[in-house]
């Protein structure tokens, strides 16, 4: 890519990478978006949310598609051993109606126990319309399960007939693309004095071939513009376990082993992608993932953020722009549900023509690492030269590609690009 772009990006790939040596020396292995990027939630995968997404159905602009995947990096050979759902996690979607930082209403997932690799797993799905309040609705409905045929199992979609909402949950494709490896291999070159941009010409997608716990819901958007209407939502994605887990003893031990009891307790929140990851410093990486969108608003992290963005070469314009996706009222994935959208994103960053996606909202296929980096970059288009997802996603919901499976045909490339 850099052979082929002019001398003036080069040079502010240089100065972003010559910023990233100064600014995150203590966290040099970047991951992304938001997989295990802390190391509370690097031990406790089953809440450990990747990536986020909130985006118009491209089929019907009245449905807002919202969201979260766990746990990824899922091999296909164990598609059985890893397919669950942990039960003892709270799946939250907080929303935010009034353009401030604080939630208005919240959508909680919980899951049953796994009984045996072959049943699915029964996910409840909540709707607070006030949060701290009875849920307004609720309904049941079955995860997808996995078989390690060559041919994935066809996903199970479930609509409930009062609230018109859909749900699907089950391994998919992880639709996140990106080269962790070359980007922090450049990043080392930068550290030993001989910065290398030829280490960012790999283009190999680290998610390529793997699979990820997705929980997607189709929503219709009169449930989610909150009273009075408003057209901008801001969705942030969180995972809550209980304060207390006592480990059973053997004689006393059910499915799961563990019993948990008390308050919920944040693991772990997602909203703008790599937020997290690549502007928090490591120390405070836990911090962020307990504190909240107020905190944010209330400038928490807003003087961590601002260094690391001027140690990047990022002007006061677009840390402005940037401060405003994800600091100024609070780490939301704000979505305008006036403007229209016919894509899935694929491919797209903010340099396309007719983009509609990230950061308003986030579809599956915004290469949401692009536009990032267009902003840092002071509105200089880079890229990771990893520029769309190695499967076609679904045109139907959920919109993400089935799960990869085990090859029947040994000589067929497995997509993995390590
Ligand atoms: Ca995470
Ligand atoms: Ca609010
Ligand atoms: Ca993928
Ligand atoms: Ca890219």
Redesign the pocket.
């Known amino acids: 890519m850099f052979h082929s772009r002019s001398r003036k990006i080069a040079a502010a790939v240089l100065v972003i990478l010559a910023g990233i040596v100064t600014c995150t020396l203590p966290a040099r292995h970047m991951r992304a978006a938001d997989h295990a990027e802390a190391t509370g939630v690097a031990g406790d995968p089953g809440a450990d949310i990747a990536d986020v997404f909130a985006f118009l159905d491209p089929n019907d602009n009245s449905k807002v598609v919202l969201a979260l995947d766990v746990e990824g990096f899922v091999v296909p050979s164990e598609l059985l051993n890893l397919s669950f759902f942990s039960p003892d996690v709270t799946y939250r979607f907080e929303i935010?109606?009034?353009?401030?930082?604080?939630?208005?209403s919240s959508l909680e997932v919980t899951f049953s126990p796994q009984t045996a690799r072959n049943v699915p797993q029964t996910a409840t799905v909540r709707f607070f319309e006030r949060i701290g309040q009875h849920a307004t609705w609720q309904f049941t409905a079955p995860t997808t399960v996995q078989s390690l045929n060559g041919t994935p199992n066809p996903f199970v979609v479930t609509t409930d007939p009062k609230t018109n909402v859909t749900f699907f949950a089950g391994l998919t494709d992880d639709p996140f693309y990106f080269d962790i490896v070359g980007f922090n291999r450049f990043v080392a070159s930068v550290l030993a004095g001989a910065p290398d941009p030829t280490r960012l010409q790999r283009g190999r997608d680290s998610f390529a071939g793997y699979n990820i716990h997705m929980i997607a819901l189709s929503i219709p958007a009169s449930i989610l513009r909150g009273r009075p209407s408003n057209p901008i939502i801001g969705v942030n994605g969180v995972t809550l376990r209980n304060k207390v887990t006592v480990r059973q003893d053997d004689s006393g031990k059910d499915e799961q082993g563990d019993k948990s009891e008390g308050t919920l307790v944040q693991v772990d929140r997602m909203a703008t992608p790599a937020v997290n990851t690549a502007l928090i410093p490591f120390p405070r990486k836990n911090e962020y993932n307990s504190a909240t969108p107020q905190d944010d608003a209330a400038g928490r992290f807003a003087a961590d953020i601002v260094a690391t963005l001027k140690a990047l070469g990022t002007n006061d314009t677009n840390i402005g722009i940037l401060a405003n996706v994800a600091v100024v009222k609070g780490d939301y994935l704000r979505l305008n549900l006036n403007t229209t959208n016919s894509s899935l994103g694929e491919g797209q960053n903010v340099t396309t023509p007719g983009y509609t996606g990230f950061p308003n909202g986030r579809r599956p296929g915004d290469d949401t690492i692009d536009t990032l980096l267009f902003f840092i970059a002071n509105q200089n288009p880079l890229s990771d030269n990893v520029n769309s997802n190695d499967v076609p996603l679904l045109k139907t919901f959920p919109f993400f590609a089935p799960p990869h499976q085990p090859l029947e045909n040994p000589t067929i490339d497995d997509l993995t690009r390590n």
């Open positions: 935010e109606n009034t353009g401030d930082a604080r939630p208005d």
